[in-house]
Nanobody, 123 residues
């Protein structure tokens, strides 16, 4: 059984930082693409960042480039999202995803999802 468990969300002031973690179990972590999506109240879910199985290739949506970094630790089966220079518009529930099959920026391509962790950025 695949489990993705996010942690690290919270309340932070604009300009601050948070690091999200996603502990994965039940899947071949080293062979799976992984990603982060987010959804704000009243808005559509959107992709944030994705990484290849090796971690050698990473992609970011334009609004987070230069501020967010996705990484993975194969020894710990954990995915991270380091978020710096946070803005109020980054406020959302952040979800970890695994095993894409299709267009990686499309949420429907991902087989597994975590429960999410809330990030709130105050102005």
């Amino acid at each position: 059984q695949v489990r993705l468990v996010e942690s690290g969300g919270g309340l932070v002031q604009a300009g601050g930082s948070l690091r999200l973690s996603c502990a994965a179990s039940g899947l071949a972590f080293g062979n799976s693409g992984m990603g982060w999506f987010r959804q704000a109240p009243g808005k559509e879910r959107e992709w944030v960042a994705v990484t290849s199985p090796s971690g050698g290739n990473t992609y970011y949506r334009d609004s987070v480039k230069g501020r967010f970094t996705i990484s993975r630790d194969r020894a710990k089966n954990t995915l991270y999202l380091q978020m710096n220079s946070l803005k109020p518009e980054d406020t959302a529930n952040y979800y970890c995803t695994a095993e894409p099959d299709g267009t990686w920026t499309d949420g429907s391509a991902w087989a597994y999802w975590g429960q999410g962790t809330q990030v709130t950025v105050s102005s």
